[in-house]
């Protein structure tokens, strides 16, 4: 029998809010301490998205160590500027007052630390619409996307099957495939559909918009019989 979709988990970064300019001037300000020139901004792109310690030792090549040192020269600066370096991307209220109407709860599995994503959601007034934020600890456990989303469903007692994993990067993709839960790559935010796709994306939004048409979808198949 079809598992009715229920509960929708939703990342923060690229899905909820564009944090572009917050997070690429952080780490600037991280790499600057090392004595590490940026040319632009924009070179920082791939670092939205995946945890942050992770990408220091990927992406630049820090062994563990700095790249620790780095995570906290980075949250010098975010915490308390960076953060509100933010924006909410349009159609995105609609779109979780629409959900919310329509009987779904919302979540939001980040691997950003909890306590700088429930300041961000509380600041621009997204926190409303979300039964439950979670993302990693400021320790670095808990910081992969499969473990945040474990978190969300073990804590809130829902059901794999009922549950679908909303966000802009493979490591969402892959996390959700890892808990059993459907996925929706979107394109609005900092990864491309190659990248998506190639995670393995059960759908991809293009828009905004495509998301509530997504989820209806979901629920034509369950009441036909079908699965997600």
Not at 98 to 114: F, H, I, M
Not at 127 to 144: C, E, I
Not at 196 to 225: C, E, H, N, P, T
């Amino acid at each position: 029998m079809a598992e009715l979709l229920q509960s929708i988990l939703f990342d923060l970064d690229g899905t909820l809010t564009d944090p572009k300019e917050g997070i690429t001037r952080s780490v600037e300000y991280a790499l600057n301490k090392f004595g590490i020139q940026v040319e632009h901004p924009d070179v920082l792109l791939p670092y939205i998205g995946p945890p942050l310690y992770d990408s220091f030792v990927e992406l630049q090549g820090f062994p563990g160590e700095q790249a620790l040192r780095a995570v906290e020269y980075y949250r010098e600066r975010y915490k308390t500027i960076g953060l509100y370096e933010n924006s909410v991307i349009p159609g995105i209220p609609r779109l979780l007052e629409e959900l919310l109407e329509s009987g779904y709860s919302l979540y939001v599995a980040t691997s950003k630390p909890t306590v700088f994503a429930e300041e961000i959601l509380r600041h621009y007034g997204l926190d409303r619409y979300f039964k439950h934020v979670a993302g990693s600890n400021l320790d670095g456990t808990r910081s992969k996307k499969s473990e945040v989303i474990r978190y969300v469903l073990d804590e809130n007692g829902i059901r794999a099957e009922q549950a679908l994993m909303i966000g802009d990067r493979k490591h969402d993709i892959i996390g959700a495939k890892a808990c059993g839960v459907a996925s929706a790559g979107v394109l609005f935010g900092y990864g491309s559909e190659e990248e998506l796709a190639g995670a393995g994306a059960d759908y991809i939004a293009r828009r905004v918009a495509d998301i509530a048409g997504i989820i209806r979808s979901i629920g034509q198949a369950v009441s036909f019989g079908g699965g997600v």
